[in-house]
Structure formats: structure tokens, C-alpha cells
């Protein structure tokens, strides 16, 4: 089996080689040959950078390269680096680098400053490796930003009903499944299911699914929500980039063991569930 390494320099090489393509989620991951469900979390954690910023970034050095080493017209290069039109390769150029490609043509290039890019963020968990049992559950999707109103306000509404119907007791458990990565998704987009387990028959009104059983590698963080996508960086590259972990085709979920309404965000506990071979 190849390695990690291995998968993400030939998605590189690939992307590398094809500027001027949109990519998708679904191709990348098959390229590298990594599930779907963990692809962007694994290219997040080894590149320090959402994918598609790094393409961004990529395409706009590309672009410098050829403006001030080669000939070629600028509205070709922008063709050749995947934009459809002169007008949005000179908007996307000059967000990132402040000025034009004819600028930079004309007068040269001096690389804007920018801010100096921080030491990756690590976290302390008690890590365990577990066998969870498929799990029925209720769940309500919501889309908008994880952590957001949206998904605030779509946990509020789901539990009162669970509630109101007998389905909350001392042994409920709590879930949440992140289907998309913000940082590719739109944000509008972005699903997010709140999952709430259930041992009776009695949810016609609601949604069910199972979570899927298995081995897992379990994560136990301690604080603030919000700072969870800081954690899964620091998990997918400490761990399973560098230990090499063999991932199973089923998403990520977490588990969330105290109330927010009455416990202090800094005390705040989660358990991530890896799913692994």
C-alpha cells in the first residue's frame, strides 16, 4: 500500500500538470486513491492550507513565472491557468498580489508582504481506540457554517422536538457528522447533521439513520467548538498522515459529551471518531 506521501504527491503532480481544469472532490480523491470522506482533511493537515487556496496559489505563481520569463500574451496565460476570462484572471491577480499582470510585466514583481505564517497548533487528547456498535439515530441537517446560527439554531429546534416527543432520557447520546469541507463548499452548502441516538421505534416524525459500526481511533478534546477545525488539522497530521493510519470509506463523526447550555466553553468535551482499518 502506498503511503500518504505517496497518494498526496501524485494529487500535486496531477494538479500541477492540469492548471487549466476545474477539480473536482470526487476526481482528486480518486486520483490519490483516498476516501472522499477524509480526502480534504488529509490535504488540509499536509499542506497547512485548504486545497483550493493552494490551487489558487499555485495557478498565481504559475502565472508570475510566465509573465515575466515568456512571451506569451496575458490573456493566454490566464486561459492556461483555468480562467475563463481576462476580466476575472486581473480580478483573482490583484486580489492576491495587489497590482496587474501588465504591471508586472511592464515594471517587474516585488512579492507584497504578508503575514508571517504561524507554527501549526497542536492539542493534547487522551486517544483511544474503540469499537463502536452501529448506532440508530434521528438527525436534523442543517446547511451554513459549522458552529453558525444556522447550525445553533437547527440544534435548538431538533433537541425541543426530540424532547417533546419522550425521545431525550439520561442515556441519549449526541452526535454531529460534517458531510463537506468549508473551505470547497460554499457555505450556504455546507451540511451538517445533529444526531440524536434512540432506543424506541416511535420517530415517525423524524429523519433516522444508523451510524455505521466498527473500529475507531477516538480523540477526547477538551474546549471550545469553535476550534475544531484546528483540531482535526492537528489529528489528521500528527497522526494519521504521520503514523500512515488506513482510513475506512465512512465519515468522520463526533460525540459530544456535556451540555454547552451550562458548561463552560474551555470545559467543553468532544469525542472524534476516525474511522480505521
Known amino acids: 500500500m502506498r503511503s500518504y506521501i505517496e497518494n498526496i504527491n501524485i494529487v500535486l503532480s496531477y494538479i500541477d500538470a492540469h492548471l487549466d481544469e476545474e477539480h473536482s472532490l470526487e476526481k482528486l480523491s480518486e486520483k490519490a486513491h483516498l476516501s472522499k470522506f477524509h480526502f480534504h482533511r488529509i490535504m488540509k493537515a499536509y499542506l497547512s492550507e485548504s486545497l483550493g487556496s493552494y490551487i489558487n496559489r499555485i495557478r498565481m505563481e504559475t502565472a508570475i513565472k510566465l509573465i515575466r520569463y515568456s512571451n506569451q500574451p496575458i490573456k493566454e496565460i490566464g486561459y492556461n491557468i483555468g480562467y475563463n476570462t481576462p476580466a476575472a484572471f486581473n480580478k483573482a491577480f490583484k486580489k492576491l498580489f495587489n497590482t496587474t499582470p501588465l504591471n508586472v510585466r511592464k515594471q517587474g514583481f516585488i512579492k507584497p508582504e504578508g503575514e508571517i505564517k504561524k507554527d501549526a497548533i497542536r492539542f493534547e487528547f487522551l486517544v483511544t481506540e474503540k469499537t463502536f456498535p452501529p448506532t440508530d439515530v434521528i438527525y436534523q441537517q442543517s446547511r451554513g457554517a459549522i458552529g453558525g446560527k444556522e447550525t445553533s439554531d437547527s440544534w435548538d429546534d431538533f433537541f425541543y422536538k426530540a424532547n417533546d416527543k419522550g425521545l431525550i432520557d439520561f442515556e441519549t447520546k449526541f452526535y454531529g457528522i460534517n458531510w463537506d469541507d468549508p473551505e470547497i463548499t460554499v457555505i450556504s452548502k455546507v451540511r451538517y447533521d445533529a444526531c440524536i ?81
Open 197 to 277: 441516538s434512540v432506543n424506541t421505534s416511535q420517530v415517525d416524525s423524524f429523519s433516522v439513520r444508523t451510524i455505521a459500526g466498527g473500529k475507531h481511533l477516538c480523540f477526547l478534546y477538551k474546549g471550545d467548538y469553535q476550534k475544531l477545525g484546528e483540531v482535526y488539522d492537528c489529528i489528521f497530521r500528527e497522526w494519521i498522515i504521520k503514523k500512515d493510519i488506513e482510513l475506512r470509506e465512512v465519515p468522520v463523526f463526533e460525540q459530544y459529551i456535556n451540555n454547552k447550555e451550562i458548561t463552560a466553553k474551555e470545559n467543553l468535551l468532544t469525542e472524534i471518531f476516525i474511522p480505521i482499518m
